[in-house]
């Protein structure tokens, strides 16, 4: 059973309830200041997404957002079961969530990750080590795209995230 209690986020000190995948999202907070050096104001936590469907706003949310020089790098989704399941759905939410396509989507268990290229929609790594650190990261901003998703992909984005993404909708 797990317990349901109140603990202080990492990043933010807010309370939030240890409930599902919060362990998850804890570790891997912890690992990307400790092990992969990013301040944790480099990290935004729990972004808000609102996806559009049948004419109605879903309000869902991204669980990490990782900044790079002032630029959105990677967002990453926390999970309890398998990271392969959750992989379009954050692939959806990093070209949604701002005026342009974050370049790099992160499903995790904090023991594992998949990391995706958002423009291609690749698999281009697999395991912990393959998340970038911020000094790879400061290296690879300066050449990636950051570039709008087409309005004709926007409406089918919307949907596969908005289906993927049930538990949080209206959560």
């Known amino acids: 059973m797990i317990m349901d209690y109140i603990i202080s986020d990492y990043i933010t000190g807010k309370p939030v309830r240890n409930v599902g995948p919060e362990a998850v999202r804890q570790a891997f907070e912890k690992f990307l200041v400790d092990e992969k050096g990013y301040d944790k104001n480099d990290i935004l936590v729990d972004e808000p997404l609102v996806v559009q469907f049948q004419g ?23 999970v309890a079961g398998s990271i392969g399941s959750y992989e379009r759905e954050i692939l959806a939410g990093a070209r949604l969530v701002y005026d342009c396509r974050i370049p790099l989507a992160v499903s995790t268990d904090a023991r594992d990750a998949m990391i995706l290229d958002t423009l291609s929609g690749k698999n281009i790594g697999k395991g912990l080590d393959a998340v970038p650190s911020k000094k790879e990261a400061l290296e690879q901003i300066k050449t990636m795209e950051f570039t709008p998703l087409d309005e004709n992909r926007k409406e089918r984005e919307m949907i596969i995230y908005r289906s993927f993404n049930l538990e949080k909708i209206n959560k």
Do not use: K
């Open 56 to 78: 109605e706003n879903y309000p869902s949310s991204i669980d990490l957002i990782v900044f790079c020089n002032d630029r959105p790098y990677m967002a990453i989704t926390c």
